[in-house]
């Protein structure tokens, strides 16, 4: 009966339940796997517990965990030691505080390598007076990323009248940002549909049993973000094409 180290990234299968996926944690006492579609399942390390390749094995603790990640939670290789490089001119603006508290936790090791500030808005009505006061230019390019930026929406149109050569606005098609964390990473099937006239997030948390405290419950579903694995690939795909144009060399 041999043991195995529960190394990240190694692919096995508990067989009393079938479910087959690869090591993302590994814990005192539990193991935690993801299977190909990105569903988390918790497991206790007990003798014989597992298939790896159609053997029998135990599991245990890795011997050492590794010093340092070897990639950020945006997935980009890590840079040991890298200090934060001065700010640039160049912003992203995000829509609102949940935006940017997302997109620290995701991408803020990239950010703090690159010298990229992020700001938010609260709401995207003001949009114009801001970017003419930002005055963006070939050395202070502007990234703009808005919620539900859907064709033919007021956010579309404030988003056209201002997206230029040095300024970029981009947006993923959620609600609310909320929704671009994946249901699987908090446990849910699926973001329940709110009703119109009801307010989002408030009907989000009604229809889950959530505490309609909107403010704790984006505080619970940010611990679940723990990488890019956790978001849409919607979200993803805007948030690095804004930080490649605002880094860009003229």
């Keep these: 009966m041999p043991e195995v180290p529960a190394e990240p990234g190694l692919v096995v299968e508990e067989p009393g ?3 087959c996926g690869a ?3 590994c814990e005192a006492g539990t193991v935690t796997l993801e299977d190909r579609f990105g569903k988390h399942r918790v497991f206790p390390l007990e003798p014989r517990g597992f298939l790896l390749e159609g053997r029998v094995v135990t599991l245990v603790r890795p011997a050492a965990a590794p010093v340092r990640p070897s990639r950020t ?5 890590a840079v040991p030691g890298a200090r934060a490089r001065v700010a640039r001119a160049g912003r992203i603006y995000v ?6 508290e997302l997109v620290e936790k995701v991408w803020g090791d990239d950010l703090r390598v690159e010298g990229v500030v992020v700001e938010y808005l609260e709401g995207v009505d003001d949009l114009p007076s801001v970017v003419e006061e930002f005055a963006p230019g070939p050395d202070a390019r502007l990234g703009v990323l808005v919620d539900h930026l859907v064709p033919g929406s007021k956010e579309w149109r404030i988003a056209e009248s201002v997206t230029s050569e040095h300024a970029l606005v981009v947006g993923h098609p959620y609600i609310d940002v909320w929704e671009a964390v994946k ?16 307010d989002w997030k ?6 889950l049993g959530w505490p309609e405290n909107t403010g704790a419950a984006w505080q ?3 611990s679940r973000v723990r990488s890019y694995k956790d978001l849409e690939p ?5 948030v690095e094409e804004l930080i490649d144009f605002v880094t860009a060399p003229e």
Excluded at 183 to 198: E, F, M, T
Excluded at 234 to 238: D, K, N, T
């Design 23 to 25: 090591v993302i944690r």
């Design 183 to 198: 249901p699987s990473s908090l446990g849910i099937d699926a973001w329940p549909r709110v009703p119109r006239g009801q």
């Design 95 to 100: 829509e609102g505080r949940h935006d940017a």
């Design 17 to 19: 339940t079938g479910f």
């Design 73 to 77: 939670a945006s997935g980009s290789v």
């Design 220 to 222: 619970h579903i940010l």
């Design 234 to 238: 919607q979200l993803l795909g805007r």
């Design 202 to 207: 408030t009907g989000v948390c009604r229809a």
